[in-house]
């Protein structure tokens, strides 16, 4: 699999993508959205492809502070061939390269078998944080576009 970084001709490969493997697309998930995250985080949208083929990909953010990983998906035919593996490890080396301290990622709660993937890669549980959230625009935010 070769790994590089997101352009915006991949919007809609990537959007099928991440459909096709239950991911939540939201009202960030636009082309602008997408365009907007990759400006902002120019070495740290991935996508994996296998003889042109886009097979995965991975968003992923740094606010100064902390990094983030949204939206990681593989295409279910490649599946459990450590293909998502070699996706994280290539993020966490950019966030090495960054310097940053801690990397979050958020798990929907329907989706907890997931959990052991990213334990699996040395990832722990918080139990001592709870999540909120706040919406500065309720026309901008909506759940899925
Ligand atoms: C989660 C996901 C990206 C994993 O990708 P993948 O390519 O199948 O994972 P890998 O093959 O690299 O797995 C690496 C290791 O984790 C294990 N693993 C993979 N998925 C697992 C799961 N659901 N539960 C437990 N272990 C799992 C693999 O067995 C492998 O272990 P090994 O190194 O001991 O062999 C993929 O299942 C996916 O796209 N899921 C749907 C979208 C999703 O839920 N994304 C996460 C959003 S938070």
Redesign the pocket.
């Given at each position: 699999m070769n790994i590089e970084t997101f352009t915006i001709k991949y919007y809609e490969k990537v959007i099928e993508l991440w459909r096709k493997?239950?991911?939540s697309v939201g009202s960030s998930d636009t082309k602008q959205g997408l365009e907007k995250m990759v400006q902002r985080n120019p070495k740290l949208f991935l996508i994996g492809k296998i003889d042109e083929k886009l097979i995965s990909v991975v968003m992923g953010g740094f606010d100064g502070r902390r990094g983030y990983v949204h939206h990681?998906?593989?295409e279910p035919a490649y599946?459990?061939?450590?293909?998502?593996?070699l996706m994280m490890d290539k993020l966490m080396k950019k966030f090495r390269e960054l310097g940053v301290h801690k990397v979050h990622?958020f798990?929907e709660k329907h989706?907890k078998?997931?959990v052991?993937?990213y334990r699996?890669l040395g990832w722990d549980i918080r139990d001592d944080l709870m999540m909120m959230s706040y919406v500065p625009d309720k026309n901008l935010y909506k759940m899925r576009i």
């Amino acid at each position: 699999m070769n790994i590089e970084t997101f352009t915006i001709k991949y919007y809609e490969k990537v959007i099928e993508l991440w459909r096709k493997t239950g991911i939540s697309v939201g009202s960030s998930d636009t082309k602008q959205g997408l365009e907007k995250m990759v400006q902002r985080n120019p070495k740290l949208f991935l996508i994996g492809k296998i003889d042109e083929k886009l097979i995965s990909v991975v968003m992923g953010g740094f606010d100064g502070r902390r990094g983030y990983v949204h939206h990681l998906a593989v295409e279910p035919a490649y599946q459990k061939k450590g293909y998502g593996k070699l996706m994280m490890d290539k993020l966490m080396k950019k966030f090495r390269e960054l310097g940053v301290h801690k990397v979050h990622l958020f798990i929907e709660k329907h989706n907890k078998t997931v959990v052991d993937f990213y334990r699996n890669l040395g990832w722990d549980i918080r139990d001592d944080l709870m999540m909120m959230s706040y919406v500065p625009d309720k026309n901008l935010y909506k759940m899925r576009i």
